[in-house]
């Protein structure tokens, strides 16, 4: 549904997205995951037609940015980091009013604002003044906002920043719901949200990607390395690193503080799994073998090998 090639916006002197270029399918739920300043709201605002590209390509469907931002901007519906609303309108007032500057019809006004407000959880604020709400609460009017003319497209600009756990559960929940009927691009540095959110997560730092794939995917593929956590009785540290690092693929093998045992945790950096190779290993010695497990790697390790500062 979405092609954008090498696309690239400088600020005077400085680049604040340079040369990216993805996919997005239609019924996507797509997350651009990032440090804050990484690049994602400046890509979510080209993607928009809000700012302009430096250089690089933008199609949705059979439209071009360049040539027919018009008809881009009516496909999708945007909601940035802070909902700009109407403090003093009601929310049905406030509603019904957005839906009347898109040129929708009275005989479409009801039934569309009733649905939205089902969908966005909202039907009990109706009649409450936008700025005696919540942040949680005005974080889903503007939703019913970006909603109104029945976009194919939904872009969220940190659509849970500020909000709080159960919030944060709430709008996860409603943008899941949304993502079964549209495409949904979002943008978030919780890791956790991007995790329990998206079916696909891309990982931008200073203006590039540096990681694309699910959640899952990502966990796999990145580095090769990962840790292995021995437990023994009977063995002494030195002996057993000797041992293990005789083991092609096994980087290092470093004590873990334990009172009970000996607790070591090895670096592996091999394609297949080591631990049949450690296990028979530990069969030929006198140590007696008490817990033995793969850490998991989590995407909070991988956010932060892919963003570090060199």
Same mark, same amino acid.
């Given at each position: ?60 469907? +059979?439209?071009?940015? +360049?040539?027919?931002? &018009? ?21 049905? +007032? ?38 005696? &709400? ?28 500020? &909000? ?121 010695? +006198? ?24």
């Amino acid at each position: 549904m979405i092609h954008v090639e090498s696309l690239t916006k400088y600020y005077n002197d400085l680049c604040a997205v340079d040369q990216i270029s993805f996919d997005i399918k239609t019924g996507e739920i797509l997350g651009l995951l990032g440090p804050n300043g990484a690049g994602k709201t400046t890509t979510l605002r080209m993607l928009t037609g809000f700012i302009h590209p430096t250089s690089g390509n933008i199609s949705v469907k +059979d439209f071009n940015i +360049d040539e027919h931002p &018009l008809e881009i901007k009516k496909l999708m519906g945007y909601l940035p980091e802070s909902a700009p609303l109407y403090h003093d309108m009601l929310v049905y +007032d406030y509603l019904s009013f957005v839906l009347s500057i898109r040129g929708i019809g009275v005989e479409k006004k009801t039934p569309r604002i009733h649905k939205l407000a089902d969908l966005c959880g909202i039907n009990e604020i109706m009649h409450k003044p936008v700025g005696e &709400l919540s942040k949680g609460y005005r974080q889903r009017v503007g939703l019913a906002h970006a909603m109104m003319s029945d976009p194919e497209i939904l872009i969220l600009d940190e659509p849970t920043s500020g &909000l709080d756990p159960n919030q944060i559960v709430e709008i996860r929940e409603i943008i899941r719901r949304i993502g079964k009927e549209k495409t949904v691009i979002l943008s978030t540095h919780i890791l956790s949200e991007a995790e329990a959110t998206c079916d696909r997560i891309i990982i931008i730092n200073h203006g590039r990607i540096v990681a694309d794939g699910s959640a899952e995917t990502l966990k796999q593929s990145a580095s090769g390395e990962y840790l292995i956590n021995i437990l023994l009785k009977n063995a002494e540290f030195k002996s057993v690193k000797d041992e293990l690092l005789s083991i092609d693929g096994i980087k290092s093998v470093t004590p873990i503080e334990n009172e009970e045992y000996l607790q070591v945790k090895l670096l592996c950096k091999s394609p297949s799994d080591l631990r049949g190779n450690i296990y028979r290993k530990i069969k030929q010695t +006198d140590w007696i073998l008490v817990g033995f497990y793969r850490e998991t790697r989590t995407l909070e390790n991988i956010f932060r090998e892919l963003t570090r500062e060199v």
